[in-house]
């Protein structure tokens, strides 16, 4: 399932190449259909990331809400004869295409793809955690997040993984973060110090925007500036078995509510 940072990079995305024009939507699968026909030729006014979730704004009002989910991909094509490509025969199950003259994009398999009126963004909204890359109007955004972790019996591997705590982490972050705060995955969120858990939302703060900027989930410092391979970007990720690069002693894995979880014994005691 792709993380907070990558959903922040395809806002951008249609920040650049298609804010403040009229675009053509379609949905070649049809599950769309409605709501292609009622935003397609408006004006798209706003793009933005809270987490997982991408919102398109229009000139209309009406909000299009993406979430990806486990399945989900983008696929664009740029600079392009957009009229020709799209009298081509459409390979796979496309549910939205969004495209310019010169700019198309295709969405496949997302868990959500709909169109919501403000009132109902305001609900999806109200309901998420703080976005370590999209700070609250008011500065509120740690303070949230402090003040969930904190009251909770919840072990903060679950914590973190829970998008009405925190937006945007997901198994690879959450793995890595506690790793770098030596935080065992099993403890309490009520049992974390202040100062612990405002060094998790600043790691988290950090390693997302590395994210954003390289387009890869990067959690070791001496690699930020590098292209490391994927097998060497992090500490214990999808690494069970094998010695931790810190302390040598094997990376531990276990399940925690259907997912991985993976830690250092000895690191995170």
């Not at 198994?171 to 612990?196: C, D, M, W």
């Amino acid at each position: 399932m792709p993380e907070g940072h990558t959903v922040h990079r395809t806002a951008n995305d249609f920040q650049r190449l298609f804010v403040g024009s009229a675009i053509g939507i379609d949905s070649p699968q049809g599950r769309f259909s409605a709501g292609a026909q009622a935003l397609s030729g408006q004006v798209l006014t706003n793009s933005y990331a809270i987490g997982k979730q991408l919102f398109l704004d229009f000139a209309n009002g009406q909000t299009i809400r993406i979430h990806l989910g486990i399945f989900g991909k983008w696929r664009w094509y740029k600079n392009i004869d957009v009229a020709a490509a799209l009298k081509e025969p459409v390979t796979g199950e496309v549910r939205a295409r969004f495209f310019t003259e010169s700019v198309l994009a295709d969405l496949r398999g997302p868990t959500i793809c709909e169109v919501l009126v403000q009132e109902q963004v305001e609900a999806v909204r109200r309901r998420l955690g703080p976005d370590p890359l999209n700070p609250d109007p008011d500065g509120s955004e740690y303070q949230r997040f402090a003040k969930r972790v904190a009251k909770s019996k919840t072990a903060i591997g679950l914590l973190l993984m829970d998008q009405s705590v925190i937006s945007g982490i997901g198994n690879v972050y959450r793995a890595e973060i506690l790793f770098r705060a030596g935080i065992n995955p099993y403890t309490p969120g009520s049992s974390l110090k202040p100062k612990q858990i405002q060094e998790l939302w600043k790691d988290s703060v950090d390693l997302l925007a590395i994210g954003v900027k390289t387009g890869f989930m990067i959690t070791r410092n001496e690699l930020f500036t590098t292209r490391p391979t994927k097998a060497e970007r992090n500490f214990v990720y999808k690494r069970e078995g094998q010695a931790c690069r810190v302390c040598s002693k094997k990376v531990s894995i276990a399940l925690a509510a259907g997912r991985k979880l993976y830690w250092c014994p000895k690191c995170q005691k």
